[in-house]
């Protein structure tokens, strides 16, 4: 059983909003961020609607000097660490910059820039390419860009593991921090598919909804009804240290992370296992290394990818494990609300877990007309007062990996 670590600053940019306050307000009242993409000519896509992020420049501290040279999933994940280091009220520059750490889970890289400059290469040849296209585009750019901006110099670590990249980064650092390597780290995730190469790459691998036509009851997760999920963009990071740092400085505990398991299917090299076996053993591990019991977990948050195989392993888990208090144990998706965030969809469920718990109020699944599979207790269209003081979250990639956190509820000093 590992060492409980605190989170006390939430970092979040999403179609739903930047900053928690904004953002938590649009996700209780249940609003729809999924429209039709317009940045560029997506008509001809079979699914051309996503979860996009209209005023990133607004909320922007980076320079227009920088930005030049940085794609915009390096952006969004500078925009979120800075909001988590306002919240948590670290002062950087008096942090010994040896023990501090930054682990950041990504999917498909930053493709909007890498797009534009292989453009140019083939219009212009070698020379009408920038130097920085060696550096903006590839998973790990965002976890450079942040360490050269803060002058972070410690053990640090890009995961690519799908969707749940962020997640298991997120339970990566915590194992860290147990092991006294390092005295905080900055963890999460950051997504940016909304691109023409990254769309199609999306596409290409035929999950996602072509209900193009009515885009905000489109990602329809256990919905008898779906036809797979939306993407969406944005980024999500927390900042995680040791309790005894955290409460010998003062700080407001937002939730600590107490358990962690993962495990791979080891079945297709994209579709999971179908009989739900692994991850519902991912699901005990985590509860065995949080040191409870299934009878002490108040809320799941569930992957929810809206394909049969996917949604129906998930209920199939939840059920092994649970048992009967499955039919009890409130679940929601509230990513239906703005899409996939793919890498970084783990660590945006994760800072949605820590709000619900802090306002004793479920999120709602939207869309989720007629369950199916039936038998959990869905919270659906809108969000359920109820008192959360461990919460589990789901969080799965192709291929059967599967990724579990078991989160508990934080205090302030």
Known sequence: MGKKVAITGLGIVTPSGIGKRQFWANIKAGRSFIKDIKRFDASRYPSHIAGQIDDLEEYSHV????????????????????????????????EDPDLLGIFL?????????????????????????????????????????????????????????????????????????????????????????VTPYALLCCNTYGALSKNNANPQSAYRPFDKKRDGFVIGEGAGIVIMEGVERALRRGAKIAAFVSGYGTTCDGEDRIEPSSNGEELSRAINMALLDAGITPADIDYISLDGLAQDIWDR????????????????????????????????SGAIDLIITILAMEYNLIPPTLNLDEPDPAGLNYVRGKAKEHKINRALIISRGRGGINSILVVEKGREQ
């Open 63 to 94: 320079s227009p000097r920088l930005l030049r040279k940085i794609d915009i999933f390096s952006h969004m994940a500078m925009i979120a660490s800075e909001l988590a280091l306002k919240e948590a009220e670290i002062d950087i520059q008096k």
């Open 313 to 344: 392993s998930e209920v199939k888990a939840i059920k092994a494990v649970f048992g009967n208090r499955a039919k009890d144990i409130p679940v929601s998706c509230p990513k239906s609300m703005f899409g996939n965030l793919l890498g970084a």
């Open 105 to 193: 889970g990504n999917a498909l890289g930053g493709w909007l820039y890498a797009e534009t400059e292989l453009r140019d290469l083939y219009i212009e040849g070698r020379k009408g390419v920038s130097p920085y296209m060696a550096s903006a585009w590839f998973p790990a750019a965002p976890q450079g860009q942040v360490s050269i901006y803060y002058g972070i110099k410690g053990f640090s670590k890009t995961v690519i593991a799908d969707r749940a990249g962020s997640l298991m980064a997120i339970g990566y650092a915590r194992k860290i921090l147990n092991k006294g390597k390092l005295n905080m780290i900055l963890a999460g995730g950051m997504e940016a598919p």
